[in-house]
């Protein structure tokens, strides 16, 4: 028995006995098997050294120079994944991914609009093999349509969406944001339609293809600003930290080499709690902050004397202090507070994981927490091509021999 | 659009603002049968927050609320009152699903925490989405969107080094907690044959510190990479990485791959700033003499417009990209069927964005509006509950429904 089969007994994850082919690579296309994996379902990640997913070369690098088998990144969002490597430039590599996909529940892939397609791997060559099968093609900007073949990346999406032009102090320009935010849209919303058109596969024993955008995926987050659109005709510019109904709402300066922390406040009930909690300051009092409404008028001399309040105090003092009066703060945490917060840890955020080739390593976890199948991670990210045999050879019924041959010729590889 | 996939699926949602709606919609869109209830006689707070058509306040009306409840039944219920948690407990009982963000410590108190209502309908499945989670030092810690991206992950990196860090342009976290309540609610009625019902317990604030930011956090613990607010810039990638300013607005510029950097020195006319020994390395470039080479850059964007540039990074494939002002998103020809003309009476008709996929197997029909307040209590409380038609009159005057 693997380690595999022996984990999915204790614990099934809620998917257990689904199975998925992951063409997905980088972060976009990745995600949505990590989420699957995690949640139970043999998600068997097709690779090939031909060309390797880059994240297994990106950074972090650890070591002197870039090593496929050692990259955090890459480990944390393929662990749970069994690899199987097969250069789908090789034709006979292609009928091996049709034999998989036949056996398979759910086909997931990023590459550009019309890879698939010109590879024989389309979803009607697939639906040929398997007739109920899901397919989810994850892209940048859809597969038709014309943007389909812009070179777009993470930030691109923040900027074609709409999601960046709010982003930034009053008055001055969008600073874009530095997260993949569009990859893990996009990567979300698959996961939503793959595990929706599974629930309507079993009861109609229709399959589906699903094309997710991670531009469409980001601009149905945008709520208010495209409502603020349609409804009054304004765009929305660079406002800061800013929300219509609340004041003081913003991140506040504290004790400590670059330390914030965030308030926000909504209701008079609220701004009396803070009040109190600051033990009454003078200025409090003052006619322009005596209702919300007036809070809101004169926003930014309430910023700096609330400034001058958290100024001298410590971020997480400030945090207990004004959640025991029920008012909202949190700190600004930095990456390392973040792994190391007492609440994420008492949570379970991260795991310390064992991965072959790196060693001791921590992992985040999806957090779906279902009270009898929770998300977990299953088994540490896959080695390249660490599964051939297993799934080759178990699953396609290959022999010891045509496998060597096949990895002889490259076409496994 | 909305598509069947999850057609006579029953889900109850009580939710406000974003999250749990948000959820809500994702189930409504793909099919599911959503009551959605809310406080009588001022509803929820989205109803509040607008925006409005021409600026004129009406909880009828308000933009956010329009758009995360269409495809939803709407009813009232007064949960403070015996009554409205039994309508509660009823409905919950005929439900697959429940899905909410009023905070645990309130369903407990009110007897419409997961344990109570499972009593009587074990295949239940429950999401609750709270701030900080079911279990921690935390959970009973309120939050709004800035302390969620505070703690999150989000406002680290985000602004001036000697200025204040920064949150989203708008509220945004709920919407990852939404994703994530209404996958989990999916999976756990795939798995409800073996596994029975469930209690899902989604935190909004690590839908940011796990998912979103988590490989983030890793890098500090390989690289002890500090994240710095750097403006619009961001350290330890090769230049161009950054949004520029050009004729008509901001552009983004990127060339991750050096052959796009090339080109866009060629098509630039391979300028003679371009030729120096100390930009040989791009990332040199990025983290030492950026600001200086914006402006080289700038000179050349400043006689093209968002669209011509648009167009010269399609011909060239090259990754430029508009920052588009949200009119410029709604007039995108490649979004054309996203956005789904919804009528109502009091509004018009208004294009909301439908489900964020395409399904071109799937049959898609045209969405339902967002309930009026207390619009459905007659058909799902008379016709499912049984109630009578005086009853619901006496529900009203006592300030039930």
Request: proline share 7%; charged share 25%; with cysteine.
């Amino acid at each position: 028995m693997t380690t595999t089969e022996n984990d999915m007994r204790t614990n099934p994850g809620v998917l257990s006995g689904y199975r998925v082919l992951d063409f997905g690579w980088v972060l976009a296309g990745a995600l949505p098997g990590m989420v699957l994996a995690d949640m139970g379902a043999e998600v068997i990640k097709v690779e090939t050294r031909q060309r390797l997913d880059y994240m297994r070369m990106g950074r972090p690098i650890v070591g002197d120079q870039p090593d496929p088998e050692q990259n955090p990144m890459f480990h944390n969002v393929n662990r749970g994944k069994l690899s199987v490597t097969l250069n789908i430039a090789e034709p006979e590599a292609v009928e091996l991914a049709k034999g998989l996909a036949s056996r398979c529940d759910v086909v997931i892939e990023n590459f550009s609009p019309g890879v698939m397609d010109r590879l024989g791997l389309g979803y009607e060559a697939l639906r040929g093999v398997k007739p109920d099968i899901i397919m989810a093609s994850i892209s940048s900007t859809g597969q038709e349509g014309p943007l389909r073949d812009l070179r777009a990346y993470a930030p691109s999406i923040g900027s074609l969406s709409g999601l960046d032009s709010t982003m930034g102090y009053e008055g001055g320009g969008p600073l874009g944001l530095k997260h993949a935010f569009g990859d893990i849209c996009g990567a979300l919303h698959a996961v939503f339609a793959i595990s929706s058109a599974l629930f309507h596969r079993n009861r109609t024993g229709q399959g589906q293809y699903i094309d997710v955008s991670m531009l469409r995926a980001t601009v149905v987050t945008q709520g208010v600003g495209l409502m603020e659109q349609a409804l009054t005709g304004r765009s929305l510019q660079p406002r800061g930290n800013h929300d219509p109904t609340m004041a003081p709402y913003g991140n506040y300066p504290c004790a400590g080499e670059d330390k914030w922390v965030s308030i926000a406040v909504k209701s008079e009930e609220e701004w009396e709690s803070l009040v109190r909690a600051m033990a009454s300051p003078a200025w409090a009092a003052d006619d322009r902050f005596t209702s919300q409404f007036r809070r809101q008028r004169h926003r930014r001399e309430l910023d700096a004397l609330l400034s001058r309040w958290t100024a001298q105090k410590d971020a997480e003092a400030v945090t207990e202090l004004l959640q025991s009066h029920g008012v909202a703060a949190a700190p600004v945490l930095g990456a390392e507070e973040r792994l190391f917060h007492p609440h994420f840890m008492e949570r379970g955020l991260y795991s310390d994981t064992e991965h072959p080739a790196l060693g001791a390593e921590p992992v985040f976890n999806l957090m779906w927490n279902l009270s009898k199948s929770p998300s977990r991670v299953r088994r540490h990210a896959p080695l390249l091509g660490e599964h051939n045999r297993e799934v080759l050879c178990g699953h396609l019924g290959l022999s010891e021999e045509r496998l060597a041959e096949l990895e002889e010729r490259r076409v496994v590889y | 659009m909305t598509y069947p996939l999850l057609s006579g699926l029953r889900v109850l949602e009580i939710g406000s603002m974003i999250s749990a709606p948000y959820c809500g919609k994702l189930l409504a869109d793909a099919g599911a049968s959503v009551v959605k209830v809310e406080p009588p006689g001022a509803g929820e707070e989205a109803r509040r927050y607008g925006p409005w058509p021409d600026d004129v306040p009406h909880p009828e009306r308000s933009g956010l609320y329009l758009y995360l409840n269409s495809n939803k039944a709407g009813i009232t219920a007064n949960l403070e009152t015996p009554t409205g948690r039994s309508i509660m407990r009823r409905l919950a009982a005929k439900s697959d699903a429940v899905v909410h963000n009023v905070p645990p410590a309130d369903m407990e108190r009110l007897g419409l925490d997961y344990d109570a209502l499972s009593a009587e309908h074990p295949g239940l499945v429950m999401a609750s989405i709270s701030p900080w989670g079911l279990s921690g030092p935390w959970r009973d810690y309120k939050a709004y969107d800035i302390n969620l991206a505070a703690a999150g992950g989000i406002c680290e990196g985000l602004g001036e080094a000697d200025r204040e860090p920064l949150t989203f342009g708008t509220p945004e976290v709920g919407y990852f907690a939404g994703m994530a309540a209404a996958s989990s609610i999916v999976m756990a009625l795939l798995g409800r044959d073996t596994h029975g019902g469930q209690h899902i317990d989604i935190a909004e604030a690590e839908t940011m510190a796990g998912l979103y930011n988590g490989p983030e956090a890793l890098m500090a613990v390989y690289e002890w990479r500090v994240t710095r607010r750097t403006g619009h810039h961001a350290l330890d990638f090769p230049y161009p990485n950054c949004i520029l300013r050009c004729k008509d607005g901001h552009i983004f510029v990127g060339s991750p791959e050096g052959r796009q950097w090339r080109r866009l020195l060629e098509i630039m006319g391979n300028p003679e700033w371009s030729q120096e020994q100390r930009f040989r390395n791009r990332t040199a470039m990025n983290n030492l003499y950026a600001d200086e080479v914006d402006g080289y850059v700038e000179a050349w964007l400043a006689d093209y417009t968002k669209a011509e540039l648009l167009e010269i990074a399609l011909e060239n494939r090259i990754p430029l990209a508009p920052v588009r002002t949200y009119e410029e998103v709604r007039s995108d020809p490649s979004l054309e069927d996203l956005f789904v003309v919804i009528e109502r009476d009091d509004t018009g008709p208004v294009a909301y964005p439908g489900a964020p996929y395409r399904l071109p197997e799937a049959e898609a029909s045209a969405p339902k509006p967002a309930p009026t307040l207390g619009q459905h209590n007659r058909a799902v409380l008379c016709d499912e509950l049984g109630y009578t038609g005086a009853d619901l009159v006496k529900l009203y005057q006592i300030g039930i429904i």
